[in-house]
DNA sequence: ACAAAAACATACACAATGTATGTAAATGAT
DNA sequence: ATCATTTACATACATTGTGTATGTTTTTGT
């Protein structure tokens, strides 16, 4: 009794399965601690599968990593659809990005791990490709026209890292709303300079 | 022929090679690619030694992150001596933490691969115990007395934060002065916020 | 139906980690 | 000064994991 699947059925189903073992596995254990022989083994495949699919085991990190940024960005677009203002706009954001966050493991996967494994400048790379760029265009409409690019690339990455530094306080059991409305003044004062430029 | 030398010698003797092959390694190659053989061998000892003085590879790097810690708080407490306003003292700091990250191999060590293999809580007490303490003061001076604990503690965490990801900046090949420039902007208007708190 | 390619499975070579055990040097007490 | 004890190492081993090479089955295209 043999179902006959096409080729791209069965690559799918095995990457899916890969994924998400290999997911929950680098959120419980991390990266290091996370051998390739216990992920197939829950997956109910073999090793030559993952090495057929995947480069290498950082491939079937950064695959992991990929996923749950696009994951991010979706949720992200999907509870900041609606805002008037810039202001507005950023601090939905940064709520629907805290919130986010809040998944267990991401955290883990995305600011502890990622970078040390992947990289800075590839992680930087995820993060442009889906929540990271959203946050640079609102920067740029709340700094205003007269902003140079590069003042507002720095001000977005360093906005960026305060919203990456209160998720990962919060991962560790700090309150969020106290972020939260620390981050929200910052950005609040951050706008109001639109006139003479802040940067 | 044997020269006699005594059993703390011995340990500090070792204990130092070690550590200095170590730290070229770790930021030559990494946590992961690097291997206690490499070590060992270029130590001139063998790994016996190594276990000996640390429990395991993860403490080596623990006490590789801990003694440069020790050596940035140096620097920055040596190039930041005189200042008179608060801010005077912050932005010293900050500058002299910019230059002391500067040194090749610290932002690898401590903000890439240090929060992976040790946690962030345990990068947070190392931080705490030496740059991070002054950061914090500095921060409680600059927001005034009627600013309280946990406000203080998260303004210089985001602040420290910002920090980071600047010198991960530079350390890509940023513009160091341009960073420099927005933060200083930035603690100016949080320190002008002073008398209506602005966390 | 048959060749070619894709999707796996199996087996192997290599390396690294941590530990257990053995040895030499230093320390402390008599 | 000697001897027991502890410290500082060195050696050997057991385990585990990674990546690759090779073999097998299933699918695809002609």
């Known amino acids: 009794m043999q179902e006959r699947r096409s080729n791209s059925n069965r690559s799918q ?14 959120i419980e254990k991390g990266y290091a601690a996370t051998g390739t022989p216990e992920v197939v083994e829950q997956a109910g495949v073999t090793r030559g599968a993952l090495y057929h699919h995947f480069k290498d085991k950082q491939a079937l990190f950064q695959a992991v990593a990929e996923a749950e940024a696009a994951q991010i960005a ?3 677009e999907a509870n900041s659809a609606h805002a008037i203002t ?13 919130e986010a966050m809040r998944k267990p493991g991401r955290v883990r996967l995305l600011l502890l791990e ?3 494994v992947l990289g800075p ?10 929540g990271g760029r959203e946050l640079r265009h609102g920067i740029k409409d709340a700094l205003g026209e007269n902003a ?7 001000c977005a990455d360093l906005v960026s890292a305060m ?3 209160a998720a990962l306080a919060c991962d560790a059991g700090a309150d969020i709303k106290a972020y939260e409305n620390a981050i929200a003044s910052l950005l609040t004062i951050l706008v109001q300079r639109k006139s003479e430029p802040l940067l």
């Open 163 to 165: 919203f990456d530094r």
């Open 86 to 98: 810039s202001v507005e706009a950023l601090v939905h954001g940064a709520n629907a990005y805290f």
């Open 114 to 116: 990622g970078p040390a």
């Open 74 to 76: 979706r949720e992200i």
């Open 148 to 154: 140079s690019t590069i003042k507002i690339d720095i």
């Open 121 to 130: 400048e590839e992680m930087r790379r995820i993060d442009m490709e889906t």
């Open 13 to 26: 189903e095995t990457c899916s399965a890969l994924l998400g073992v290999a997911r929950r596995l680098f």
